[in-house]
């Protein structure tokens, strides 16, 4: 690294630290390595996390970096690639980087709080987080050369999440975007049948399941089918003997080779899902049950970035600007009730529906608020 005298900084000595031992802690080794060369810093106490993030590294081909604690990890902070924390770290230094991932085992509560107010952009559980964090490892899959992940959540069941989300991928593909639009349920598979009265021939999430490898971005482009314009990834069918979720890998191959993702999340799940998205636009009417739901969804989120779609009439858009702001999030839009909506995605006309002048202007607003194309 070029100290702006022309000069190079002197190789100095770094901590790594290997996997547990038969002992079960942490061993550490002291090695040289040039002081240029990236790597990963992950500080953990927690030997698990620690054996399991440098499994993805090595998967990937880089380098992590284990420190046991903050104060040790300090020589390191500023110049890794990218930081990620245990759920064991309780603090953060001052007057210094953001982290980017935080790690939690099965066991733990799911650090959501801290990594809201630390701006940590991904909390990863693991085992199941270990494809997508091979991933970032291999490619920063956060990074700014990948798609933007929109999260849709209905904070209560029938507050027609899955139809702005749909409608906002048909809007984004209309103006030009690559998009795709995931229907993230596993119980639900009535988004493809609504989008479309015929058949529509491709892969289901469920029989793209990596087990821990990663997906080919081109091929999974390739292989989906397309409707209103836009890719789609639903669950197959009920039928379907894959597995009950979706594989994270399959969406970050995704961000890698569409513009934008848009995520339907269903109602009851959004701690499940959320942490893959970089923003999430909550769905919801004006009514003491929605903002209860709203309020605890969010609470558990690990987004930064998130709004509101108040379900409504627009002449209550300063009560709809009232409860953006007790949730504490911006307010994205308003959607007032889309007459014979149920009636559309019974006969797969659902997307008809969104050429229409209320809804193509709150999905306009969606994406103005998205910022910049990629």
């Not at 999430?205 to 397309?226: C, F, H």
């Amino acid at each position: 690294m070029n100290s702006g005298t022309g000069l190079q900084h002197p190789v100095r000595r770094r901590r790594h630290v290997s996997p547990p031992g038969p002992s079960g802690i942490l061993a550490e080794e002291v090695r040289w390595t040039p002081a240029e060369r990236e790597v990963f810093l992950l500080v953990t106490s927690r030997p698990e996390l620690a054996e399991q993030a440098l499994t993805a590294a090595a998967a990937a081909g880089a380098e992590l970096v284990v420190e046991r604690d903050v104060d040790s990890a300090l020589g390191l902070w500023d110049g890794a690639k990218a930081v990620l924390l245990g759920a064991d770290v309780m603090e953060v230094p001052i007057r210094r980087r953001g982290a980017d991932v935080l790690l939690s085992g099965p066991l733990d509560e799911p650090p959501w709080d801290r990594a809201a107010g630390w701006g940590v952009e991904r909390v990863v559980p693991l085992p199941e987080g270990l494809g997508w964090l091979a991933e970032f490892f291999g490619g920063m899959g956060s990074g700014p050369d990948g798609g933007h992940v929109l999260g849709v959540w209905g904070a209560v069941g029938g507050a027609g999440g899955s139809s702005l989300a749909a409608w906002l991928a048909g809007h984004a593909a209309s103006d030009g975007l690559r998009t795709l639009l995931i229907g993230a349920s596993a119980a639900d598979t009535a988004l493809k049948h609504a989008l479309s009265a015929e058949e529509l021939a491709g892969p289901g999430w469920d029989e793209l399941t990596t087990n821990g490898g990663t997906v080919s971005p081109e091929r999974l482009a390739e292989a989906l089918p397309s409707v209103g314009g836009f890719s789609l990834l639903c669950r197959s069918g009920e039928a379907s003997s894959g597995p009950g979720r979706l594989d994270p890998s399959v969406v970050e191959a995704a961000r890698k080779v569409y513009e934008l993702v848009v995520v339907d999340i269903p109602s009851g799940e959004a701690e499940e899902h959320a942490w893959w998205c970089d923003s999430v636009t909550v769905v919801a009417p004006l009514t003491l049950n929605a903002g209860l739901r709203a309020v605890e969804g969010l609470r558990r989120m690990a987004v930064t970035s998130t709004g509101l779609v108040a379900r409504c009439p627009a002449r209550q858009k300063p009560e709809a600007q009232d409860l953006a702001e007790r949730l504490g999030i911006r307010l994205d839009g308003i959607m007032p009730e889309v007459r014979g909506a149920t009636m559309a995605a019974d006969e797969g006309l659902l997307l008809s529906l969104g050429r229409s002048r209320p809804v193509r202007r709150v999905t306009g607003d969606l994406l103005r608020n998205l910022g910049p194309r990629p």
